[in-house]
T-cell receptor, first 115, second 114 residues
Framework: KNQVEQSPQSLIILEGKNCTLQ??????????LRWYKQDTGRGPVSLTI?????NTKSNGRYTATLDADTKQSSLHITASQLSDSASYIC??????????????FGKGTHLIIQP | DSGVTQTPKHLITATGQRVTLRCSPR?????VYWYQQSLDQGLQFLIQ???????AKGNILERFSAQQFPDLHSELNLSSLELGDSALYFC?????????????FGEGSRLTVL
């Protein structure tokens, strides 16, 4: 069964600190992995998309890593800011030959940055 | 701003009623996707249309239906509403028919069923 598991479920850190969010998946055959940021009550916004051959991808203070062998990804946030408070969703795409039914969404990590 | 427009932003209605949610995709995008997000739950895929044709179907209830019009906007119809249908409904668009490309999400329509 294609699954995406994210940990921790929620996380509270102080402003300025770093944190790392985890994503483990069993989706096969793998196409790509995305990280989205979703502010409360808003639509998800893409942070990174990584294919099989990419190990690391950065977007400002966000750095995603991918280990396709162990089927794990992480999202590292550096020097956190209050605006980083959001849910971070890991989405894995498989080669389905079809459409959006090839996407498997994680339930997200709810991150709270405290001043 | 993702370029995807959803209306209405908020909707309050009663059980048993029917509502229609509307989505205008980004200019040039042919694919439209609908997702449901209940409180503290992940995004659940409902249905996808590509250039007017149904492309993929997820966990969409029989009480729900959707269509994509020639101008590429899409509507999600929810009927015989139940309390459990209260959720955020997101529309996303992409230029390709497959789900491998990047999705651009709208701001959602918040449905409250009383």
């Amino acid at each position: 069964k294609n699954q995406v598991e994210q940990s921790p479920q929620s996380l509270i850190i102080l402003e300025g600190k770093n944190c790392t969010l985890q994503c483990n998946y069993t989706v096969s055959p793998f196409s790509n992995l995305r990280w989205y940021k979703q502010d409360t009550g808003r639509g998800p916004v893409s942070l990174t998309i990584m294919t099989f051959s990419e190990n690391t991808k950065s977007n400002g203070r966000y750095t995603a890593t991918l280990d396709a062998d162990t089927k794990q990804s992480s999202l590292h946030i550096t020097a956190s800011q209050l605006s980083d408070s959001a849910s971070y969703i890991c989405v894995v795409s498989r080669h389905s030959g079809g459409g959006a039914d090839g996407l498997t969404f994680g339930k997200g990590t709810h991150l709270i940055i405290q001043p | 701003d993702s370029g995807v427009t959803q209306t209405p932003k908020h909707l309050i209605t009663a059980t048993g009623q029917r509502v229609t949610l509307r989505c205008s995709p980004r200019s040039g995008d042919l694919s439209v996707y609908w997702y449901q997000q209940s409180l503290d739950q992940g995004l659940q895929f409902l249905i996808q249309y590509y250039n007017g044709e149904e492309r993929a179907k997820g966990n969409i209830l029989e009480r729900f239906s959707a269509q994509q019009f020639p101008d590429l906007h899409s509507e999600l119809n929810l009927s015989s509403l139940e309390l459990g249908d209260s959720a955020l409904y997101f529309c996303a668009s992409s230029p390709s028919p497959g789900g491998a490309g990047e999705l651009f999400f709208g701001e959602g329509s918040r449905l409250t069923v009383l």
